[in-house]
């Protein structure tokens, strides 16, 4: 099991630091009935996440899991934690295949180094990751708990972030990393299906107005999120 840590991000809003081959924030979000996980971790996560959530103060069940995206290291325990703990799984329309029947996103790469990454990454995974049921989709605009879902594709073809609209924070999964001291793409070469998508999907997220923002891997961006995405985009034109 690897070893989870809880920090706090906003009011409502806690992340799960877990540090196993590297770092994954899951981020579990208050609501009036329990709390809603983002995220699952790698296969064999889960009781790490479920043993965070019941440290927290009661109303403590994970009563729904958002699946920003289909890598492993965000849905490799969704299967155990939604069967422990009863929580109603949903993620995009768009993503579905790729989390529910294991298609490879290798399909929807844009360029050679993506889909050649994306395959043996499908091929490593295929086995590994045991299989979830989604429960329902949350697209644009959709609201559960507190939080609004926009979507961000590009690292996939369907990733989707949430805003929590009280506590004015974005959880943005992995629009952008922020690791080693870099904000950027994801440092694993190819496995980003489509760069120019995902440039566009963080200028969307710069546009947003807000300017606490956190990531799947790295700390948080709190108060200058905005400036510090841009100022990652100019450098790139
Ligand atoms: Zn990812």
Known sequence: MPVARLRPISRHVAAVD?????????FLVRHRDGLIAIDAGFPGW??????????LPEPNRVTHLVLTHAHSDHVGGAGVLAS????????????????????????????LVARTALTLNHWLLQSRVPPVQIDGTIGEGDRLGGLRAIELPGHTPGQIALVHEE???????????????????????GLTADVAGAEESMRRLADLGLDDVAPSHGPALIGDARDRIRGFLERRD
């Open 18 to 26: 877990l540090h196993g081959r590297f770092q994954v924030a899951v």
């Open 46 to 55: 889960a009781y790490a996440i479920l043993t965070a959530a019941k440290s």
């Open 84 to 111: 422990e703990s009863g929580a109603q799984v949903v993620c995009s329309a768009a993503e579905r295949p790729f989390i529910e029947e294991h298609r490879s996103l290798a399909h929807a790469a844009r360029g």
């Open 167 to 189: 506590d004015r924070v974005v959880l943005c999964a992995d629009a952008i990393f922020n690791v080693r001291g870099h904000l950027g793409h994801d440092p694993v070469p």
